[in-house]
């Protein structure tokens, strides 16, 4: 699997492209953010876009979360939130790959997005050689219950903390979010996967140049109703999914700023899965142009993170 050094010498990418005849009404690129006499700092001082990424072994991964158009003509913040990341100790060591889609209709939800990712991950470095070893094993329940611990956990440590942010305003609901994590083991041998979901957006896979939800050949129900499930209040809802993945995958956790339009529109899907799932790891720059992929109505905050895997012939 070739590494793109990104795009020939003097060409600009421009504005992100667009599906369909029309782009967008609304303009793409940053507009007005709160301010910081607003009263909410972490709203103030999100960035409008995140770019991450990070290459271990054999796997190397993408990740981007950019403010919806909605928001930013609106002058809100970016309510998604991500991480990539690297957990257990050398001779366990895991990525995880970690997204979370602040609920709109709840103000203080790119708190909870935040903290959830970043509280979760650092739950999971604490359980990273048990969790490493179920999966090894494949002991789906005891993979099951260690995801609800660890979500769990992260919901009863956080929750103090935003009673003392809210004060007698605290309500959960202000702060209701989804929370999608991949764990991949970074060893090759190794070939189990384990997703914990609570929420719409979640995982999908692309294989043979087609777009799967989950890790199935065709398309199952969704793991969970979205109408209902989102943390702090469904912490005890935990859905986990193990599965095997070939080194030709190429495996995708995003919100539903993106997992919406790929199930909606076959040009948006394709267009995708022709950037994405060649066998090449394009450019972190390329990576976040192509992200951007515009279609009307879908404003949303988009965040999306892919790993790609060199297989046992491929050059490094």
């Known amino acids: 699997m070739a590494e793109r050094t990104g795009p020939e010498p003097g060409v600009l990418r421009g504005v992100a492209e ?28 999100a960035p409008d876009m995140l770019l991450d990424g990070i ?16 928001h930013r003509w609106q002058g809100q913040c970016r309510q998604d939130s991500m991480a990539i ?46 969790l490493h070893r179920a999966l090894r094993e494949r002991d789906e329940p005891q993979l099951n219950g260690l995801a609800n611990k660890i979500i769990g956990q992260a919901v009863g440590e956080l929750r103090p903390k935003w009673r003392a942010q809210a004060g007698d305003r605290y309500d959960d609901r202000d702060h209701a979010t989804t929370l999608h994590v991949l764990l991949v083991p970074v060893l090759d041998t ?22 799967t939800r989950g890790a199935q050949e065709s398309e199952p129900a969704p793991l969970l109703d979205p109408r209902t499930a989102a943390l702090p209040g469904s912490y005890d809802t935990v859905e986990t999914l193990l599965f095997s993945s070939a080194p030709a995958d190429v495996l995708m956790v995003a919100t539903d700023g993106m997992t919406g339009p790929l199930h909606q529109e076959r040009e948006f899907a394709d267009r995708l899965a022709g950037h994405w799932g060649r066998g090449e790891v394009p450019a972190p720059s390329d990576f976040l142009w192509q ?16 790993l790609w895997e060199r297989g046992p012939g491929d050059a490094d």
């Open 55 to 70: 290459a271990v072994g054999r796997l190397t991964a993408l990740g981007v979360s950019v403010r919806g158009d909605s």
């Open 190 to 211: 190794i070939r189990e996967r384990l997703l914990l979901s609570v929420g719409d957006g979640g995982l999908h896979v692309c294989r043979g140049g087609a777009w």
């Open 18 to 45: 667009h599906i369909g005849r029309q782009p967008p009404s609304y303009p793409p690129y940053p507009r007005a953010k709160p301010s910081m006499r607003s009263g909410d700092r972490l709203a103030a001082l």
């Open 291 to 306: 992200a951007q992929l515009r279609a009307k109505s879908y404003d949303d905050d988009r965040t999306v993170v892919c």
């Open 85 to 130: 990341a690297r957990i257990g100790p050398p001779d366990t060591e895991m990525l995880v790959l970690a997204v979370a889609d602040g609920v709109s209709s709840a103000g203080r939800s790119h708190v909870a997005s935040r903290d959830l990712v970043h509280q979760t991950v650092a739950n999971l470095d604490e359980q990273a050689e048990t």
